[in-house]
């Protein structure tokens, strides 16, 4: 069956909330996929080739163009492994939660198709072992498939792991899929040279996968149906906050956040702040909810959406005290092997916990910003930049309110409970796709 | 090449020798660990970088060799 | 006339082997505590880190060359019969093996110590930080190997030699446990006591060990090298 190209939803077609899309209906809604064959060690495969055209950027926040990475890990000689990366280290995001237990086979398609192409024989799928029936959902979509393995389609292993804010990064991944501590490592070398049993790996987020899925069955010309030309197809979005009805949400490329939070039954109260791209992305003032959500336009604001993730800050909420909540939990989440992130990172964090309390002022905080600039782009990897990005951005957003904290201390609002998570997943959204096309 | 003397930001653990050897290019963080300016390395300069990179006792310092 | 038997050069071969040995101590408990000085991070305006750790390295090879001369000497001299593999095989010399054999281990670990240093970056921190913890044994080995085979450890200025060395490490060792705080309170007792009680050691063995007569034949110099040491002091009185 096809899925006609101004069809919504894609990725979320046939979600049903609280069950796992079996291997037959996933057939009946998207078609059994043509599988690819394989091209030695050349870039150029068709596949890889037609991905580039539709011009996927991964969904697990680096958005780096995805052709690029696969054909890297094609051109190296050993036999290439394919990780698919569900970790989802960050707390405001769901989406691949809710891929990998309700709509794996389209993820473990994505994956299949690409370890065909370039001739990998295993594909790992890594997530939270502690995650409530996801163990469960990738092993069961795995054992629907009894040609894995066989007639040169590749071994799909589950490979639930340990959880937490960098399980997700690539090398730290790595490092945990070989059995060691989950730290991020030196590169290079990178995993697409040698990662998993020092063998080229290529990692990519799940919905990714689901993605590429898709373009195998439909191509790039279908992909680019929906979604504008600088951001074309369509993504998840996780929506929460001060929002009705926070979810995980499929929409087209391009579109408003405006649109977003509209879809997520709109505000529960007035809209003080924005947080997109999640605790390494940025703060935006209220007057940014028409902005449209496509790489270029977000990059020029120096904002990036991360892995989908877009975040109300209600009113009644003090972005004070949620920074330094959110900035000592990304400080104890850190591996702690680069001194420039343990140290930066503690004296960024106790400045901002001083803003909450009503002890004696250090005058820490008029360091605060010249800190978060001398730990960008030290570390082993980007905790600290992103931490730094997430501090900077709201204390420009929200301007008045830190210099009012930083002379009077705690507010009201700093005694209320927190409303960002720290490391806790939000309520498991159900999700309601809605149509939703740039304008 | 743009950023010729590579830190590896695991194993510095802080000692400071290189910002010592090499105060032109290396100065140290409010934490003591070293920030490294990006710039070609004139033939003076090269000595100095060399010396600083042999000198750091975690090894954590390396001039490339290609440059 | 006993003297004449002595080969001039091999008398001077013999003195040669004991000012170097009493040098390479010296130096070698220089290089010690610059390595501790350095661990512990320890620097001013005036004495940057750089020139603790450049003089612990280069201390460390004026060491090994001041050995080097120590064992050639002591090989070349016909007095005592030191053979060139007694430099790095211990305990099989007919010559006080026991504690000859421990400057061949001492001079072992060193050329271990030496040996990683240059290809650090070949092995890597991890293995040479490994190697490196040698000295701490290599160098009360040496003050052991000096104590027992040396002709001059009853001369006053020798033992002021060892006890200044003896309580530079103590020192350097108790500074670092002090200044160190990364470390349990357990290991930093530890680390204090293990210094202190080997001096103790050394005091309580000396009288009645090396300061006592009679010592030569007890550590093992072969009989007639003592018959031939009573002649030439009797001869030279």
């Known amino acids: 069956m096809m899925l006609a190209a101004q069809q919504f939803p894609r990725l979320l077609a046939g979600l049903t909330p609280g069950a ?41 926040g680096s958005s780096f163009p995805t052709a690029t990475k696969i054909a890297a890990v094609a051109a190296q000689k050993a036999q290439p492994l394919v990780v698919i990366n569900a970790m989802e280290g960050e707390s405001l995001s769901d989406k691949d939660m809710l891929l990998m ?115 195998v069955r439909h191509g790039a010309t279908w992909f680019q149906g929906l979604g504008s030309a600088r951001a074309p197809g369509t993504r998840l979005v996780t929506v929460s906050g001060a929002v009705a009805r926070a979810r995980v949400v499929e929409v087209a490329g391009g579109t408003t956040v405006r649109r977003l939070l509209d879809a997520s039954g709109g505000m529960t109260e007035s809209l003080q702040g924005l947080l997109l791209g999640g605790y390494a992305g940025s703060w935006l003032p209220p007057e940014a909810i028409d902005l449209p959500l496509d790489h270029e336009s977000l990059g020029q604001r120096g904002v990036s959406l991360g892995p989908g993730i877009v975040f109300a800050l209600g009113a009644s909420a003090c972005p004070v005290a949620e920074v330094a909540a959110v900035t000592e939990w990304l400080r104890h989440e850190s591996a702690g092997q680069c001194g420039v992130c343990v140290n930066g990172l503690g004296a960024i964090s106790d400045a901002l916990l001083e803003l909450r309390g009503d002890g004696d002022r250090s005058g820490a905080y008029g360091q605060i910003e010249r800190w978060c600039g001398l730990v960008t782009g030290r570390g082993a990897c980007a905790l600290p930049d992103g931490a730094a990005s997430f501090v900077t951005s709201a204390m420009r957003t929200f301007k008045a309110k830190f210099e009012d904290h930083a002379r009077r201390g705690h507010c009201d609002a700093c005694l209320e409970p927190r409303v960002l998570p720290l490391g806790d997943k939000p309520v498991r959204p159900r999700q309601q796709a809605r149509k939703l096309v740039a304008a | 090449m743009s950023q010729p003397l590579r830190l590896d930001p695991i194993a510095c653990t802080g000692h400071g020798l290189c910002a010592e050897l090499f105060p032109e290019r290396i100065w140290l963080d409010d934490w003591g660990y070293p920030v490294i300016e990006a710039g070609e390395l004139t033939p003076e300069l090269d000595e100095h970088a060399r010396r600083a990179e042999a000198s750091c006792p975690a090894l954590a310092l390396r001039l490339q060799r290609d440059r | 006339m006993i003297l004449a038997a002595l080969s001039s050069s091999s008398t001077t071969y013999w003195y040669l082997t004991r000012s170097t040995g009493a040098v390479a101590l010296i130096l070698l408990t220089l290089v010690v505590v610059l390595g501790v000085i350095d661990v512990s991070r320890l620097s001013s305006g005036f004495w940057p880190r750089f020139v603790t750790d450049t003089l612990h390295r280069r201390v460390s090879l004026l060491a090994v060359a001041f050995l080097g001369v120590h064992i050639l000497t002591a090989v070349l001299d016909t007095y005592a019969p030191i053979g060139f593999w007694d430099a790095v095989i211990p305990f099989h010399s007919s010559y006080r093996p026991l504690w000859l054999g421990f400057g061949a281990i001492a001079f072992d670990m060193l050329l271990a110590l030496m040996i990683s240093s240059i290809f650090r970056s070949r092995i890597g921190q991890r293995s040479w930080r490994a190697i490196h913890w040698l000295a701490y044994a290599c160098w009360p080995i040496a003050v052991l190997h000096g104590l027992g085979t040396g ?87």
Request: aromatic share 6%; hydrophobic share 50%; charged share 15%.
């Open chain 1, 20 to 60: 796992t899309m079996s291997f037959a209906n996933h057939t009946l809604i998207h078609g059994s996929m043509d599988v690819p064959e394989f091209q030695p060690a050349t870039g150029q495969h068709p596949l890889i080739l037609e991905i580039e055209r539709a011009g996927v950027r991964g969904y697990g």
């Open chain 1, 101 to 215: 237990r309700h709509l794996p086979h389209l993820v473990l398609d994505g994956a299949i198709a690409i370890a065909i192409a370039i001739g990998s024989d295993r594909v790992l799928v890594a997530f939270d072992g502690a995650a409530g029936g996801l163990r469960r959902a990738v092993e069961r979509a795995i054992s629907e498939r009894p040609e894995l393995g066989t007639r040169g389609f590749p071994r799909i292993v589950a490979a639930p792991l340990a959880g937490g804010y960098l399980a997700g990064q690539e090398t730290a991944l790595v490092a945990a899929l070989n059995g060691k501590a989950a730290k991020p490592t030196l590169t290079p070398p990178y995993p697409f040279e040698r990662g998993v049993n020092r063998r080229p790996t290529l990692i990519s987020n799940g919905e990714t996968f689901a993605q590429i899925a898709l373009i």
């Open chain 3, 151 to 237: 002709s001059d450890v009853k001369q006053v200025w020798m033992l002021v030699i060892d006890g200044l060395c003896v309580v530079s490490v103590i020192g350097a060792v108790a500074l670092r446990m002090s200044l160190t705080v990364t470390v349990t309170r357990a290991v930093r007792v530890i680390g204090i006591a293990m210094p202190v009680a080997f001096a103790l050691g050394l005091l309580v063995w000396l009288p009645g060990g090396p300061l006592a007569s009679g010592w030569a034949a007890r550590a093992g110099t072969p009989a007639k090298l003592i018959a031939h040491r009573v002649t030439t002091e009797a001869a030279t009185r």
